[in-house]
Nanobody, 128 residues
Framework: QVQLVESGGGLVQAGGSLRLSCVASGRTFNNYAMGWFRQAPGKEREFVAAIMWNTGSTYYADSVKGRFTTSRDNTKSTVYLQMNSLKPEDTAVYSC?????????????????????WGKGTLVTVSS
């Protein structure tokens, strides 16, 4: 059974940094794309970043490009989201999710309705 467990959320001041982790278990994820999504209070969930497990190809939402970086450590089955220069509008519950992208090497923006499995999320609060 696939399990995704996020960690690393917390309270940080604007301009600060946090690193989120998502540990994946339950199967081999070589053909999977991992997505990071966030949902702010009262808003719809939105795509943040994605990475391919096999090639490390990445894709970012415009709102986080240049500030956030996603990476993976295949030996630990862990994907990271390094968040720098945080803004109050980055406050949200951040979740990781996976989707089987068999045969692809380049990732693209992901939609939440196409993901196969989800973690429960971790809260990031950025104070002004």
């Amino acid at each position: 059974q696939v399990q995704l467990v996020e960690s690393g959320g917390g309270l940080v001041q604007a301009g600060g940094s946090l690193r989120l982790s998502c540990v994946a278990s339950g199967r081999t994820f070589n053909n999977y794309a991992m997505g990071w999504f966030r949902q702010a209070p009262g808003k719809e969930r939105e795509f943040v970043a994605a990475i391919m497990w096999n090639t490390g190809s990445t894709y970012y939402a415009d709102s986080v490009k240049g500030r956030f970086t996603t990476s993976r450590d295949n030996t630990k089955s862990t994907v990271y989201l390094q968040m720098n220069s945080l803004k109050p509008e980055d406050t949200a519950v951040y979740s990781c999710a996976v989707r089987n992208f068999g045969g692809r090497s380049v990732v693209r923006a992901l939609s939440d309705n196409e993901m196969d499995f989800w973690g429960k999320g971790t809260l990031v609060t950025v104070s002004s």
